[in-house]
């Protein structure tokens, strides 16, 4: 696929409502974003848990202050037929009612509509109303088909959607866009486009049943499917998803929102929630989790009056939840998402299945960064299906070599490439004693692997490569007395300067390892500021996120080289944000 140019249209629905989504860590396509709506704050990934006024089990104070969530999901159309409720809170706003100061997001009655099959309000009384209480996010009446649902049902259900969601274009509030299809990939994917286009916040509707039957592979295939239809500055919302034992699966390919009722319905029926499945409480005999209230009451939970161990069990089912998305946004940081997905899909056979499957799923791996902070662990055969190795084999194939050793699951791997991310792990396996590369062979093939074949020789054989005197690392080539390129410490990729950016700019056609600029940013950039989403037009769809590139203007006039924080997608995308950090 060759890079396309995309004009960026701001969308005038989402400007007016003051709206900023930024992403500030990344791994696989799991993102840590900051998400603003006008002068609330939300740090994804979240979990919204459900309130309902009419039977309440954590208030919203607690939900904010104990619990830490700074958004929280209520059902608007409970709301707006409950006429006491109804008068009460048009007259005092929706966070005023609920004493909450985060994101309130309101749903519409369209799980009311999946689960007793009507309801009796307009799409257009439920719109109007969420925006009369002052919802931060809101949802039109979309109409969650059912798992296998025929498929002319699905669609004729899916057409009346997108009817209703252009009655929701001019909506006060940031509109939740319910992405129906039932487990028609073609219906998910004709939803994800239209809504896509036209909604910031897209959610991933109809997936309670799926989630109810452990078809957790078909979640996968329906996620995947919306992620790949819609911009990728789109926040990603899976409705009701609210089990911590999917929370991983569901960030890693793109979720940034979760709503749920199910620390709740948990706790009425008995069950304990834990980020590897769901536990009967009466037949606990120990509790596997310090949660406050376990430690509190130990198995002595068990005991509590009814009233009182539902609310309980309810409060330990959340810090469970909040506590796996805690857990999810550290791997993220630390470049360790595959490492926790793993651990998470072998709690279940169909789990397992399902990871299976997210293996499958090609676009993860131009989400996923180039080099990571962590090293790369092998958890068995699944392992060899990761997007690191997809990436790294095929930048191997940039790579000649007489000597390779064969390191499981990349191949046959150079022993040139021995200090680099992901091999700097493995070098005692790559090198055997005795072996004797070159610095300048290494420093060659290290500019092959990143930049492509060829790009080694751009290195001339008069190069002087300085390391240092205390780690014996390459830190520095040198011409003469001018430095052509450092060496990254973390992960020891080259850096190139001046000089040697110009030989690759020479040598590698538009658009090969380019970030294209708006004329608008050129002057900033030349001064070393950093490339700004905004700004990029264009970009070579091989580079990842962590990549040296070249930012050049719209006529390929190389202005400086920059380390690519985002995918090459990511940047096209997103109107906000650091795309690229140049030097
Ligand atoms: N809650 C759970 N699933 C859904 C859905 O598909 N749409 C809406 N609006 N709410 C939901
Ligand atoms: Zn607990």
Known sequence: MGPTYRPKKPISDLMAKDVSFEIKDKDIAGRICRLRIGSRELETPALMPVYSPIKPVISPQE???VFGCRALMTNSYIILKNPKLKEDIL???IHDFLGFQGIVATDSGSYQLMEYGNVTATNKEIIDFQGDIGSDIGSFLDIPSLPDAYKMRAEEQLEITLERAKEATDARFLVNAGIQGSTHLDLRKKAATELGRDYKLCAVGGIVKLMEAYRFSDLVDIISTVKQNIPANRIVHAFGLGHPMVFSLAVAMGCDLFDSAAYALYAEGMRYLTPTGTMRLEELTYLP??????????????????EEKVRELARHNLYASMQEINTIKEAIKENTLWELVNMRCRAHPQLYKALKTLLEQEYLAEYDPITKKSAFYYQGAESEKRTEVVNVKKRLANVESNNKADIPPYGPVPWELSDI??????????????CKISDLCKVRAIM?????????????????IKKSKATRRIRGIYEGKELIAAVR?????????????????????YPKLRIKIDDEAVEYVKDGKSVFAKF??????????GDEALVVDKDDKLL?????VMSPKEALDFDRGMAATVR
Do not use: M
């Open 560 to 564: 400086r080289t920059a380390t690519l």
């Open 489 to 509: 410490a973390s992960d020891h990729f080259i850096i190139p300067h001046e000089k040697l950016a110009d030989r690759l700019h020479a040598k590698f056609p």
């Open 448 to 464: 092959d692997y990143q930049f492509g074949i060829g790009a080694g020789e751009l290195i001339p054989d008069k190069a002087l």
């Open 63 to 65: 939900l904010w202050s």
């Open 91 to 93: 007259k005092r706003g």
């Open 289 to 306: 989790c310090s949660c406050p209230v376990c430690s509190k009451h130990g198995t002595g939970l068990k005991e509590l009056p009814h």
């Open 536 to 545: 990029v037009t264009d970009i070579d769809p091989d580079l990842r996120a």
């Open 421 to 434: 991310y992901p091999f700097n792990s493995l070098k005692d396996e790559i090198e055997y004693a005795g």
